[in-house]
């Protein structure tokens, strides 16, 4: 099948960005997130939606959280515009779930599982680059030069929320928000789980493997 319609999901750190980012260039199909959803659709008349503003790019400039029923409208446009996705990020509870279903088929689900202790190891150990935003590890993904980015020679940093409480506080958010989503499509004939606790280029092998296999 040419341009599937993939989800991925996952929790912090289990390489969710990685691994969709090689989908959309194996498959040619277009990576969405509700970040860059957002950013393309900043703009989106949402006057009709009864909310406090009339534009998704007026709650980003005030630093407002943006509401569901505004990230559901933008995630449905960005999907309708898409010939084939890898969709990364969204839904992030079941409400959102229930609403994608209303938005189109998916061809394959996957989950990658990644333990806890693991996950916290790889994300208290991200450094990030404070000019372009490159990810390194201080474990498993060295520079060639300590503290200095491989792609542009800035700083790298470890971000604010990288500390261990930070860390184990957004997996206790993914756990009671988004591991009900997992739950929810396990009975999907398309959904697979991925050991991610392996190799990148491991990962991506069954990943490859899987897709293959539910769109021959």
Known sequence: MSNPRILILGPPGAGKGTQSANLAEEYGV???????ALRANKDMDISDMDTEYDTPREYMEAGDLVPDAVVNAIVDEALSQADGFVLDGYPRNLDQAEELEGMTDLDVILSLDVSREEL???LTGRRVCDDCGANFHVEF???EEEGVCDECGGDLIQRDDDNEESVRNRLDVFDDNTAPVIDHYEDHD????V???QTPDEVWSDIQDAVDAQTA
């Open 195 to 197: 050991d991610g606790e």
């Open 190 to 193: 398309g959904f697979v789980a």
């Open 30 to 36: 277009e990576h969405i997130t509700t970040g860059d």
């Open 141 to 143: 993904n060295q520079p």
């Open 120 to 122: 916290v190891d790889r």
